[in-house]
Every structure is written in structure tokens, then in C-alpha cells.
């Protein structure tokens, strides 16, 4: 074949099945009549037969992946992974009987965790963080966002993003930030939360959007968090800037935090247990992604399911992430997310997996460039010893790539 303008092959996958979760394929989980890859500049450069590879590739280094599974890189979308403290004596209020909404209303829940982080220096928000995040590269994430939001007052709100910053440097992933600013009232600001969103859209946003600090800006729209009006500002004080918004909405109950966050075309719209029918009109409409969040209402034993069956009739993508936080969703592992979501909101793997992975991208704004396996996508991409995709939600604990490229190079530290 000629190999006009084909840039010099890096690596060569052969002998594999390519899940590309690409719609571009219509067999289940987008596999491609394929089994070679070529990767070249860090992206995908070719797909196909192998008996059939550029010439380009020949000569080039070769892996034979003996049948095993190719998916693009894990994604996880959401999470609150830096924070300082536990919450496990809260945990056990909670098994004597005391509910979430009840916690935070005497003072405990985030307002606990906001106390333990403004305690906190950078360096051991870092330390602290640095074991989730690790087992979540372990597992083969390779694109996470991490959301401030446990400071609630501008230098700590700034230390959270800082710390997560610097977790990028210290591990072989993407670090995606967001600014929660509007989480929590902090107990300064009790009887006034007008004046604290005041602080939020004119002090600390302009800071943190200064400092180049946050990616997306987050607010917790809820009966015991932001009203919508109040979380409207917020995104009016984001759009300002030019940061894209999502939200924390209809997790507890409706508020018509999917449609508001759908207005101002965002990203996402993230736990939605309550959304109804006019929400999720909204996001089709307007693109934002559901993520859907399976560790919170597990591990608050939550009944009322996001509402699956609508969100697929109304095609409005559907990420899984794992929300990572001391309160609601302590679990390190976006593998048992995709269990969860199979087990609790009657997903099916395929939905799972295209949640952690071409959906998730999206829910970040990197659906361009993530996601899937296509030609000129980043070559971040897993080798699965497993007979069949839906393993990785059937079975939990034993699931390890066994082999992650990043940007098309070898991350050795399994
Ligand atoms: N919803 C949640 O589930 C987490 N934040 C939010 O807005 C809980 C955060 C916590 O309890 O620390
Ligand atoms: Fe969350």
C-alpha cells in the first residue's frame, strides 16, 4: 500500500481485538474488523488487517497481543479525590441510624472534611491523595478529573487545585480540574449563602481562572446545597471567564439542576437519581452527558435509580465515574464502578464500559482527542487478558491490564 505522509511508526499491536468504542463500527463495543494498530507521534496512526500494515510498520517494534482485548484508556470523570481526614466515624453514625442529610446538618458531612483540609499543607493533601489516584492508574485510568471543593475559602479552594496539579506530575495520568467552590456552605458563612456565592463569583473563581487552576467550574445544586438561582450565578461568573460548567444535580431530590446546566451548554450533568422527563430533554438537546454515579448510591443505599431507561430512549450519553469522596463514595476503583452500574442501574457492560471510556471523554471536553480507538486518537490504550469484555463488569478484584500505553509509550509500573 503507499504510505504517503505516514509518519514513522513507533509500535505495533498485532494478533489483538480492537474494542474501539467507536460508533464508526457497528459491532458491540465498536470492534473493528481489525486486528493491528499502529501507533506513531504518541496517537493511533493506522487500523487494520495485519497482513495488511504500511509498509511504514514493518520494521517498526511489535507487540503480538495473542487475542487479548484493546480498549482505549479508563476515564474517570468525576471525583473528589483530594481532600484530607476520614469519615469513617461518620460512616458508623450512620449504621446507628443517623441519615446523610442529617449528618450535614449538624455540622459533620463535607463540613468535617472542609475543617480537615484547611488544616491540611499542599504537600499532604498530595500525600494523602496520592494512594486513591494510584489505584485508579493501576486499574488503567489514564484521563481523571478532580474537583476542589472541601476548602471553601479561596486559599484553600487554590491548595485543593494546586495539589492536584502536582498529582499529575507524580503519576502517568491526566489530571482534569474543577472548581467546586459552591459544594458546601462554609459554617463563616451559616444563614448567608447569598454572600458566600458573592465570594465564590468575585474572589475565588477570578483567582483560581487567574492562575490557569481550573479546567471546569462544579456547583452542588441541592435542597442541602445551592438553590438553582444561587447556582445560576456561579455559571453566569464561569461563562465570564470562559470555563465550561457541569453540575451536581437531582441526587437527592429535583431541582432542575439537569435543565440549568443544560441551558448553559454543560459539559455534564452528574448523580441525576431525581432527573425527570423535562431534564433530560434538555440534555439531549443540548449534548451534556449524564454521569452517573453508582458508588454514592450504593454506599448511601439509596432506592430511587437515575432514570436508565429514559436517558437511552432520549440517547443522552451515559459516563459512570466513581465520584471519589470521604463521604458518600470512599472507593478507589472505577473496575467496581462498572460492576455497579451493571448490578444497581441495570446497565449493560457494554453502556458500562462505553461510560468509563468514549462517554467519559466527553463528559471532559476530550472527546476529540480520548475515548476511543480511532485513527488520530491519543494511542492511551489497555491490553485485557480476558475472554470476553463484559469480565471487567462481571467479576471484581482480579481485573489488571496487562499491558498501558500512554501517548503510545510503555507505562511499566503495574
Ligand atoms: N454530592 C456527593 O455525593 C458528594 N458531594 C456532593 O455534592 C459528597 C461529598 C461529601 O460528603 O464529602
Ligand atoms: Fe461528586
Not at 505516514?6 to 494478533?15: C, M, N, S, Y
Request: glycine fraction near 8%.
Amino acid at each position: 500500500m503507499t504510505d504517503a505522509y505516514f509518519p514513522t511508526p513507533d509500535l505495533v499491536l498485532t494478533g489483538a481485538r480492537l474494542a474501539t468504542f467507536d460508533v464508526a463500527h457497528a459491532r458491540p463495543s465498536g470492534q473493528a474488523d481489525a486486528d493491528a494498530l499502529v501507533i506513531a507521534e504518541g496517537r493511533i496512526a493506522w487500523m487494520g488487517y495485519s497482513g495488511a500494515l504500511p509498509t511504514a510498520a514493518m520494521v517498526a517494534p511489535r507487540i503480538d497481543c495473542a487475542g487479548q482485548w484493546i480498549t482505549p484508556a479508563l476515564i474517570d470523570c468525576h471525583t473528589h479525590l483530594v481532600y484530607a481526614g476520614s469519615r469513617a466515624r461518620e460512616f458508623e453514625l450512620r449504621l446507628h441510624g443517623a441519615s446523610y442529610e442529617q449528618i450535614a446538618r449538624e455540622g459533620g458531612g463535607i463540613r468535617a472534611t472542609v475543617a480537615a483540609t484547611r488544616a491540611a499543607t499542599v504537600d499532604e493533601l498530595v500525600q494523602q491523595a496520592l494512594p486513591r489516584l494510584q489505584a485508579l492508574v493501576d486499574e488503567g485510568v489514564m484521563v481523571v478529573e478532580i474537583k476542589s471543593g472541601y476548602g471553601l475559602d479561596t486559599a484553600t479552594e487554590l491548595n485543593m487545585l494546586l495539589a492536584a496539579r502536582r498529582l499529575a506530575q507524580m503519576l502517568p495520568v491526566t489530571v482534569r480540574t474543577t472548581f467546586l467552590g459552591a459544594h458546601a456552605l462554609p459554617p463563616d458563612y451559616a444563614g448567608h449563602a447569598d454572600d458566600y456565592i458573592d465570594l465564590v463569583c468575585t474572589q475565588m473563581l477570578p483567582a483560581i481562572a487567574g492562575q490557569g487552576l481550573a479546567d471546569a467550574v462544579d456547583a452542588f445544586c441541592e435542597n442541602i446545597g445551592f438553590t438553582p438561582a444561587q447556582t445560576e450565578r456561579v455559571f453566569i461568573a464561569a461563562r465570564e471567564l470562559g470555563l465550561p460548567v457541569k453540575l451536581h444535580a437531582e441526587q437527592l431530590s429535583n431541582q432542575g439542576g439537569a435543565a440549568l446546566v443544560a441551558k448553559y451548554g454543560g459539559l455534564s450533568a452528574d448523580h441525576l437519581e431525581h432527573l425527570d422527563e423535562a431534564g433530560a430533554q434538555a440534555m439531549a438537546a443540548s449534548g451534556t452527558v449524564a454521569v452517573l454515579l453508582p458508588g454514592a448510591y450504593y454506599f448511601l443505599r439509596e432506592t430511587h435509580t437515575p432514570p436508565i431507561e429514559l436517558l437511552r430512549r432520549l440517547k443522552v450519553p451515559m459516563a459512570i465515574s466513581t465520584d471519589i469522596n470521604p463521604g458518600t463514595s470512599p472507593f478507589s476503583s472505577l473496575l467496581l464502578m462498572l460492576n455497579m452500574a451493571c448490578t444497581l442501574f441495570r446497565m449493560t457492560p457494554e453502556e458500562a464500559l462505553t461510560g468509563t471510556t468514549r462517554n467519559a471523554a466527553r463528559a471532559l471536553g476530550m472527546g476529540a482527542t480520548h475515548g476511543t480507538l480511532a485513527v488520530g486518537k491519543a494511542a492511551d490504550l489497555l491490553a485485557w487478558n480476558v475472554g470476553d469484555l463484559a469480565e471487567l463488569c462481571y467479576s471484581y478484584g482480579t481485573h489488571r491490564p496487562v499491558l498501558r500505553l500512554r501517548g503510545g509509550k510503555r507505562v511499566d509500573r503495574l
